[in-house]
């Protein structure tokens, strides 16, 4: 199943590409994510609580970076396994400064078995959509609000 989309967050992309690199802050983004962990350079474990349609699970994942070019670019892949089957997948994010805020072009290429393939691929499409948006409106706030303490700060002295 292919995925892309596009998503403009009102701020600098050094500060998204950075906030997407943190798993303390990926945590807080990934609708079900549980807990995120790196495990070496650029490698990260995930459990994710997930459900679509009536098939709801946990899954362990590893999630890895590659072609990392701060600030503009980053490769990843995720390999999950849980009780209600697998989920493997691979993409790519790039960042373009637009006059101070970030768009990101994300593509990827996902596949499910087990259980929760059997809802069909227009659920899992329709849940993997609802998902990435959640994901992006989390990562504009979690942005945010790390501006607003530096631009709130009382200058001088």
């Known amino acids: 199943m292919k995925i892309d989309g596009t998503h403009k967050i009102n701020a600098p992309r050094e500060q998204i590409f ?3 690199t943190n798993p303390l802050l990926l945590q807080k983004c990934i609708p079900g994510c549980e807990k995120m962990d790196q495990t070496g350079e650029n ?3 995930a459990r994710l ?3 679509v349609g009536p098939i709801k699970g946990v899954f362990n994942a590893t999630v890895n970076l590659t072609e990392l070019r701060r600030p503009e670019h ?7 396994k849980g009780q209600a089957g697998f989920v493997k997948g691979s993409g790519s994010l790039e960042f373009v400064d637009d006059n101070g805020a970030t768009i990101v072009h994300f593509t990827g290429d996902v596949s499910v ?16 959509k609802m998902m990435a948006e959640r994901f992006f ?21």
Not at 74 to 80: F, H, K, P, S, V
Not at 114 to 123: E, F, N, Y
Not at 137 to 157: K, W
């Open 49 to 51: 609580s997930v459900g």
């Open 43 to 45: 490698q990260y474990a």
């Open 74 to 80: 980053y490769a990843l892949t995720m390999d999950g």
């Open 18 to 20: 950075d906030l997407l």
């Open 113 to 128: 078995g087990g259980l929760i393939a059997s809802v069909g691929q227009r659920m899992i499409q329709s849940v993997g």
């Open 137 to 157: 409106i989390a990562l504009e706030n979690e942005a945010r609000a790390q501006l607003r303490p530096t631009q709130d700060a009382p200058t001088g002295a």
